[in-house]
C-alpha cells in the first residue's frame, strides 16, 4: 500500500509539474477557464462564442504590461507569487464583516485561469496555492506576465490582449496606448458586467486611477525589473 501510494503521488506530481515545465516555453493553445467557456457557448448569458489570440510578449505593448500590474499587483516584481500584505488586509476585512478585497496576484490568476475552475473551496485555493509555486519557481517573472495578458478575460468570451485589441480598438496589442492599457485593465475586476466598448461611469475612474498608478510605477521603465535587456555581446577584435 505504501508502495502504490508512493507511486501514485510521483505520477500526480510529474502530471502536474510537466505541464508547467513546458508552458514555460510552448504557448498554451487553450486554458481551463476557456474550455468552460467554449462548453458553455451559447447558452442563456454566456457569449456566442469564444475569442482568443496568442501574442508573443515582444509584440505586446508595454504600456498593458505595465496597466495589469499597475490594476492586479503593484508588488509582482518583487513577491514570490503571494502578497502577504494583501493576504493580511484582506482577512482582517473579513473579520470585520466588510467586503473582501481581492488578494490574488498575477502568479496566482495565472494559476488559477490556467489550470483549474472558479469557486473559493479549500481544495482549489489549496491546488492554486500549489501552481502558483511552480509557476513562481519555474518560469521568469517576464513569462508570467506575458502568460497573465495572453490568457485573461477582456470581455465576455474575449480573452487574452491580442483578441481584445483587435475586437475593442481595430488594431494591433503592439500599439495600444496607455489609455487604451488602462481601459482594458480597468474591467479585469469583472470583464462579464464591465464594459470596454461601454465603460462605465466607475470603469473611466478606475482607469484614470490606473493611469495614475502607472506613473507612479514608473511607466514602462518598470519592466526593466521584469525584462532585463539581453546582455551585450562584446565586439571581435579584428
Do not use: C
Request: glycine content about 8%.
Amino acid at each position: 500500500m505504501f508502495r502504490l501510494l508512493a507511486w501514485l503521488l510521483t505520477l500526480l506530481l510529474l502530471l502536474s509539474i510537466g505541464p508547467v515545465v513546458l508552458l514555460r516555453w510552448m504557448d498554451p493553445p487553450t486554458t481551463a477557464f476557456i474550455i468552460r467557456e467554449r462548453l458553455s457557448a451559447g447558452e442563456p448569458g454566456k457569449p456566442r462564442s469564444v475569442q482568443y489570440r496568442w501574442v508573443d510578449g515582444n509584440q505586446i505593448s508595454p504600456h498593458i504590461k505595465v496597466a495589469v500590474i499597475a490594476s492586479e499587483d503593484q508588488k509582482f516584481p518583487e513577491h514570490y507569487g503571494f502578497d502577504l500584505d494583501s493576504i493580511n488586509d484582506a482577512l482582517e476585512d473579513r473579520e470585520r464583516g466588510r467586503r473582501v478585497r481581492g488578494a490574488s496576484t498575477l502568479s496566482q490568476q495565472v494559476a488559477k485561469n490556467m489550470f483549474l475552475w472558479p469557486g473559493q473551496s479549500w481544495i482549489r485555493k489549496g491546488l492554486e496555492a500549489y501552481f502558483t509555486v511552480l509557476i513562481e519557481t519555474l518560469w521568469p517573472k517576464r513569462r508570467i506576465l506575458e502568460v497573465y495578458v495572453n490568457i485573461a478575460e477582456f470581455g465576455s468570451g474575449v480573452f487574452g490582449v491580442g483578441a481584445a485589441s483587435e475586437i475593442f480598438f481595430k488594431k494591433p496589442a503592439a500599439r495600444l496606448n496607455a489609455p487604451e492599457a488602462a481601459l482594458l485593465a480597468a474591467v479585469l475586476p469583472s470583464p462579464k458586467r464591465m464594459k470596454v466598448r461601454a465603460p462605465s461611469r466607475y470603469v473611466l475612474s478606475r482607469q484614470q486611477w490606473i493611469l495614475g498608478q502607472m506613473r507612479g510605477l514608473g511607466g514602462v521603465g518598470l519592466l526593466r525589473e521584469i525584462e532585463p535587456p539581453p546582455p551585450k555581446q562584446a565586439k571581435k577584435k579584428s
